[in-house]
C-alpha cells in the first residue's frame, strides 16, 4: 500500500532563510505528487502538483517542488520565507492507475515555523 | 466560484448524541471526498463519491458512519451514537473526472468535539 513519510514533524527557521521540506513516498510506477497548506482552523490550500514531465514544479506563493524518482523523494523548498509562512504543510500521494482508488494518502504533516 | 463549503464550522456534542455534516462541492465537480484529520496528524481518508455513487468507503469509517450524495451534488456525513474517538476535523474535498491531476480541492472543514 501507498505510504508518505515526511520525516521533520517541525522546521523553525529565520525570516528571507531559505527552506526545505521533505516528502518521501513509497515507489509505484506513477504517481500524483501534491503539496498542501494548512493555516490555522482553516482547510487545505494546493501550493503545486506533479503528474509527469519537467521534475521541477514550481506552485503557489514563491514554492517549488522537486520529483526525484530514483529517491521517490518530492521535497518542497522556497529560497526565501516569509512570516506568513508560518503553517503546517502536508504532501500527498495519489496512484489511481496501481490501486484503483482516486483517494489521497497525506503525511503526518510539517510545521513550518518562521522566526523573526 | 465560491469554492467546497462545509456546515457547520464547529459542532460540539454530548456523546451519544447523533451529528450531520453537510458538503456542498464546486459546482461542475462530479468526485467528492470526505477525510478525518486528528491533531498533529494528516488528514485520513474516510469515502468517495462519483457522482451519486459511493465508491470506496475506508475502515476507519464503521457501521456508525454513513455518508449520502443523494442528487451528485451536496454530500452529508452522519455520525450516530458519537464518541470522544470521533472528535476531529472532518473536511470535504471535491473535484472532477476531467482533471488529469485528480487535484481536490478542499473545504474549511467541520470541527466537531464530542464532550
Known amino acids: 500500500a501507498q505510504s508518505v513519510t515526511q520525516l521533520d514533524s517541525q522546521v523553525p527557521v529565520f525570516e528571507e532563510a531559505p527552506v526545505e521540506l521533505r516528502c518521501n513516498y513509497s515507489?509505484?510506477?506513477?504517481?500524483?505528487l501534491f503539496w498542501y497548506v494548512q493555516y490555522p482552523n482553516q482547510g487545505l490550500q494546493l501550493l503545486l502538483k506533479?503528474?509527469?514531465?519537467?521534475?521541477l514544479v514550481k506552485g503557489i506563493n514563491g514554492f517549488e517542488a522537486e520529483f526525484n524518482k530514483s529517491q521517490t523523494s518530492f521535497h518542497l523548498r522556497k529560497p526565501s520565507v516569509h512570516i506568513s509562512d508560518t503553517a503546517e504543510y502536508f504532501c500527498?500521494?495519489?496512484?489511481?492507475?496501481?490501486?484503483?482508488?482516486?483517494?489521497?494518502?497525506f503525511g503526518t504533516g510539517t510545521r513550518l515555523k518562521v522566526l523573526a | 466560484d465560491t469554492g467546497v463549503s462545509q456546515n457547520p464550522r464547529h459542532k460540539i456534542t454530548k456523546r451519544g448524541q447523533n451529528v450531520t455534516f453537510r458538503c456542498d462541492p464546486i459546482?461542475?465537480?462530479?468526485?467528492l471526498y470526505w477525510y478525518r484529520q486528528t491533531l498533529g496528524q494528516g488528514p485520513e481518508f474516510l469515502t468517495y463519491?462519483?457522482?451519486?455513487?459511493?465508491?470506496?468507503k475506508s475502515r476507519l469509517l464503521s457501521d456508525r458512519f454513513s455518508a449520502e450524495r443523494p442528487k451528485g451534488s451536496f454530500s452529508t456525513l452522519e455520525i450516530q451514537r458519537t464518541e470522544q474517538g470521533d472528535s476531529a476535523m472532518y473536511l470535504c474535498?471535491?473535484?472532477?473526472?476531467?482533471?488529469?491531476?485528480?487535484?481536490?480541492?478542499f473545504g474549511p472543514g467541520t470541527r466537531l468535539t464530542v464532550l
Open positions: 515507489s509505484s510506477v506513477s504517481v500524483y
Open positions: 506533479y503528474l509527469s514531465g519537467s521534475t
Open positions: 474535498a471535491s473535484g472532477s473526472t476531467a482533471s488529469s491531476y485528480n487535484e481536490q480541492f
Open positions: 500527498a500521494v495519489s496512484d489511481p492507475e496501481t490501486s484503483g482508488t482516486y483517494k489521497y494518502i
Open positions: 463519491f462519483q457522482n451519486e455513487a459511493q465508491l470506496e
Open positions: 459546482s461542475e465537480h462530479n468526485r
